[in-house]
C-alpha cells in the first residue's frame, strides 16, 4: 500500500514539473525566442557626437515642420513602397532566430538595453509578399502612403550657438537598381539641413543641404556654390524649392532614378562607369506635418528606429565578384547607427562640413 502511494506520490511530482516547465517555456517563446544564439558578441554603440546636443521637443517639432522637404519620385513602380518601420516587420521575422514577428512584440524586446544592443547582428527580413510587389501595385502603394504620411522621419540636434541639424530620413521596403545586382531589402534616405535661427519657435533659415549618395556626399545652398568630394554635375549645386513655397523653406529632394538616393539638386552625376540621373519628373510628397520626430520615445515607429541595430532586410544582390560593379552591397541599418548621417562623419569638421569640402565644381552648366 506504500508503495502504491509512493507511486502515485513520484507522478504527482512529475505532472506537477512537467506543467510548471510547459508554462515556463509558454511565456519565453513570445519575446525570448529572439534571444541570439550566441551572446558573446561585441556590442555597437549608436553613432551619438550629437546625442548630448538635443533640443526640447517642441522646439525640434517646430524645425521639423518648418523646414520639411518636398519629396519627388519617379512614378515607374522601382521605388519603395514607402512605408512605416512597423509595416515592415508586421508578419516578417528575424533571419537569425527565424521568428516570426510583429512590431509590438519587437518592440518590448528592444525596450530592455541588452537586447537592444544585442539586436546589431540581426536580419530583419520582411514578409514575402513586399519583395514580390509588382511595380504598378508599388506606384498605387507609394500614392497611398503619401495620403497616410507614411515613412519620414525627423531630429534636430544643437550643433553651435543658433545653428541646428535638421536631418530628414525617408524609408523604402525595397531598393531596386536597374540590374537585379545591386537590389537589397531596406533602404534609409537623409537629406541632412543646416538651418540657423535665433528664435526657432518662431523663424528660421535653411543655410545648405547635405545629400548622401552611395557613400560620399554634396552640399548644396540657395545661391549654387555647392561642393562635392569628386564626380561631375551637370547642374549647379543650388537648393530648388516647390513654385508655391515664396519663402524658400521646404527644399525639393529627388529621388535618383534607378539607384534610390536623394539629391537636392537635378540633374545627371557622373562617377566612374555609373551614371545616375534624378531629373525632377514625378509625384510629389508634401512631407510637412507628416514628419515623426525620432526624439518622441511615446512614437512606435521611432521608437523601433532608435533601438534596432541591426539591419533592416536580408536579402541582397551584390557583392562578392561583382563588388568591382555594384559596391558591398548589404542590407542598411537606421540612421542612428550610420555615422555618415547621424553624426556627419565624412567630414573633419562635423559642425559645419562645407568648410571641409572645398573642391571647385567641375563641368557645371
Known amino acids: 500500500m506504500n508503495f502504491v502511494r509512493l507511486l502515485i506520490y513520484a507522478f504527482g511530482l512529475t505532472f506537477v514539473w512537467s506543467s510548471l516547465t510547459a508554462c515556463s517555456h509558454t511565456r519565453k517563446t513570445e519575446t525570448d525566442a529572439l534571444r541570439p544564439k550566441r551572446t558573446n558578441m561585441t556590442v555597437e554603440k549608436p553613432h551619438a557626437p550629437f546625442i548630448q546636443h538635443a533640443v526640447d521637443l517642441e522646439v525640434s517639432d517646430a524645425l521639423l515642420q518648418r523646414h520639411a522637404p518636398c ?6 513602380g522601382r521605388h519603395g513602397p514607402i512605408l512605416n518601420p512597423s509595416d515592415f516587420v508586421a508578419g516578417g ?10 512590431p509590438e512584440t519587437l518592440d518590448q524586446w528592444l ?13 530583419l527580413q ?34 553651435d550657438e543658433n545653428v541646428y541639424s535638421v536631418k530628414y530620413f525617408f524609408f523604402l521596403a525595397i ?41 560620399k556626399q554634396f552640399i548644396a545652398n540657395r545661391d549654387g556654390g555647392g561642393a562635392y568630394p569628386g564626380g561631375e554635375w551637370t547642374v549647379e549645386g543650388r537648393l530648388r524649392f516647390a513654385d508655391d513655397d515664396s519663402a524658400g523653406q521646404h527644399p525639393i529632394a529627388y529621388l535618383e532614378e534607378g539607384a534610390n538616393e536623394l539629391h537636392t539638386c537635378p540633374g545627371v552625376y557622373r562617377d566612374g562607369p555609373m551614371r545616375l540621373q534624378h531629373q525632377g519628373r514625378g509625384s510629389s510628397y508634401r512631407t510637412a506635418s507628416h514628419v515623426q520626430n525620432l526624439d518622441d520615445a511615446s512614437n512606435l515607429e521611432c521608437r523601433l528606429i532608435m533601438r534596432y541595430r541591426g539591419h533592416w532586410g536580408a536579402t541582397a544582390k551584390g557583392g562578392g565578384i561583382f563588388k568591382p560593379i555594384t559596391g558591398n ?5 537606421a540612421p542612428p547607427f550610420q555615422g555618415k548621417m547621424w553624426d556627419r562623419s565624412f567630414a573633419a569638421n562635423p559642425f559645419d562640413p562645407i568648410s571641409d569640402m572645398h573642391l571647385p565644381a567641375q563641368d557645371m552648366e
Open 71 to 76: 519629396f519627388v519620385l519617379h512614378d515607374d
Open 93 to 102: 521575422s528575424i533571419q537569425e532566430v527565424g521568428a516570426e514577428l510583429d
Open 111 to 123: 525596450s530592455e538595453p541588452s537586447h537592444s544592443e544585442l539586436s546589431h547582428t540581426y536580419h
Open 126 to 159: 520582411p514578409q514575402k509578399s513586399i519583395y514580390k510587389m509588382s511595380p504598378k501595385k508599388i506606384a498605387q502603394a507609394n500614392k497611398q502612403a503619401f495620403a497616410d504620411g507614411k515613412g519620414v522621419f525627423g531630429i534636430v540636434r544643437r550643433i
Open 175 to 215: 531598393s531596386r537598381t536597374f540590374l537585379p545586382l545591386g537590389s537589397h531589402e531596406g533602404d534609409w534616405l537623409c537629406i541632412d539641413l543646416q538651418v540657423e535661427s535665433d528664435d526657432p519657435l518662431n523663424r528660421s533659415d535653411i543655410v545648405y543641404a547635405i545629400d548622401h549618395y552611395h557613400g
Open 329 to 333: 552591397v548589404t542590407n542598411p541599418k
